[in-house]
């Protein structure tokens, strides 16, 4: 479709009005839940947050074409995707505030969601970490002939990461059931793509590389989906990695630590927002299809606000995870070493439980453990007495 959300491929057969329906609530429960957890951030109310302003529409309509049993690596800025696939907005909440519900307990930043449940791949830090481990994981599903495959997230400023190169490389050499979805936003960090890269775009690495290869506008979120879709079937009908790169705009900062006005003019970000928004021109494509009216979207905002204020507030409310959760999830089990700094350092804070703020956090029987501390320390630490017959 076009701007004005006007069909202008031929022949095209529309996606049923659920579908449509569906997608764009997803798209506007992304958008809401962005801007709430922004502001709560600048509050001061948690620690970091990163926004999907202009992007909505490509990580819909991926999660929509997929399969809910393909596997799915993403690099931070893919929340559409997991509101899309059934991620509960209470547990990407409580993922923010670090508190007893984060699936991560604590022990990442904000923003770095991931489910089991639902195939997503816990969101790393580090940029572009996610690739190699990707085309692993394609490799593994290609081996143990899955019947389904992997989708790895990516932006265009971490394609100039060595890790996306190996990656690449290996997925096709390998010939690897795989999409790389490439969220060309145009900007990495204040860095613009003129200044990122020679040509227009980076769909040509991946057709250097050997894999299959589709460029399509990342705002249109009918598209997307048509393009995810076909690069899917073939990739699985022929093992080979496709590339899916799509073009699309940052319409927010890169995270809460930046400041976008610095480095962009401000005519563009206003274009970005009123012309090419992803949910403005969703908007259009169902009003002129007659599957939406100026109420219902009005009703759909509302609940969604209310969703999302509902899980903030739940969220907020929450304690911190239990002390003990620091020293699990290292090993399969705790070493000697861990059991010994375990109850060392809950002894200390059951001495000046005040000095550290206790109250904040979950109740747990921290007190066993720290009657248990001369014991363990008797234990572990043996005293030397090789010398004693010199």
């Keep these: 479709m076009n701007e004005e959300g006007e069909i202008i491929l031929e022949d095209y057969q529309l996606l049923d009005k659920d579908v449509l329906i569906n997608m764009y609530k997803s798209m506007i429960r992304s958008n809401i839940f962005d801007n709430v957890f922004y ?3 600048r509050q001061g109310r948690i620690s970091f947050y990163m926004t999907n302003f202009g992007e909505e529409a490509t990580q819909v309509a991926v999660a929509q074409s997929l399969d809910p049993a393909d596997l799915a690596f993403l690099q931070y800025r893919e929340l559409g995707f997991c509101v899309h696939r059934g991620m509960p907005l209470q547990q990407m909440a409580d993922t923010n505030f670090s508190n007893m519900g984060d699936p991560n307990h604590g022990k990442a930043m904000p923003v770095h969601y991931g489910s089991k449940d639902l195939n997503i791949v816990t969101i790393s830090s580090t940029l572009a970490t996610q690739m190699p481990q990707a085309a692993g994981a394609a490799y593994a599903y290609k081996r143990e002939n899955k019947g389904h495959l992997v989708a790895c997230f990516f932006g ?3 394609a100039s990461e060595g890790d996306a190169h190996a990656a690449f490389n290996f997925s096709a050499a390998l ?8 969220r060309n936003n145009a900007y990495a960090i204040s860095t613009p793509i003129k200044n990122q890269y020679s040509g227009d775009g980076l769909l040509g690495r991946g057709l250097s590389y050997g894999m299959g290869g589709i460029r399509v506008d990342g705002n249109d979120c009918l598209a997307v989906a ?3 879709e076909q690069a899917r079937k073939y990739a699985l009908e022929h093992s080979k990695p496709v590339m899916v790169e799509c073009m699309t705009y940052r319409g927010g900062h890169h995270s809460t630590s930046d400041d976008a006005t610095r480095y ?11 012309v090419d928004n992803p949910l403005v021109r969703t908007k259009k494509l169902l009003m002129k299809q007659e599957m939406l009216t100026e109420e219902e979207d009005k009703e759909l905002r509302e609940d969604a606000r209310k969703e999302v204020m509902l899980a903030f507030r739940t969220a907020e409310k929450k304690q911190k995870p239990y002390i003990e959760k620091l020293f699990e999830d290292v090993y399969d089990e705790l070493t000697p070493q861990l059991k010994y700094q375990e109850a060392q350092l809950m002894r200390h804070l059951s001495k000046y439980p005040k000095d550290y703020g206790m109250e904040e956090y979950q109740t747990s029987a921290a ?8 014991k363990i320390k008797k234990a572990f630490y043996k005293p030397d007495t090789s010398h004693q017959n010199e």
Aim: aromatic content about 12%; overall charge neutral; hydrophobic content about 40%.
């Design 367 to 374: 007190h066993g453990k720290v009657k248990r501390f001369q």
């Design 226 to 228: 048509l393009a995810v």
């Design 264 to 274: 962009r003019d401000p005519e563009e970000i206003i274009y970005w927002s009123q």
């Design 175 to 182: 010939k690897c059931p795989m999409l790389w979805v490439c």
């Design 156 to 158: 265009e400023g971490a």
């Design 39 to 41: 502001d709560i951030q």
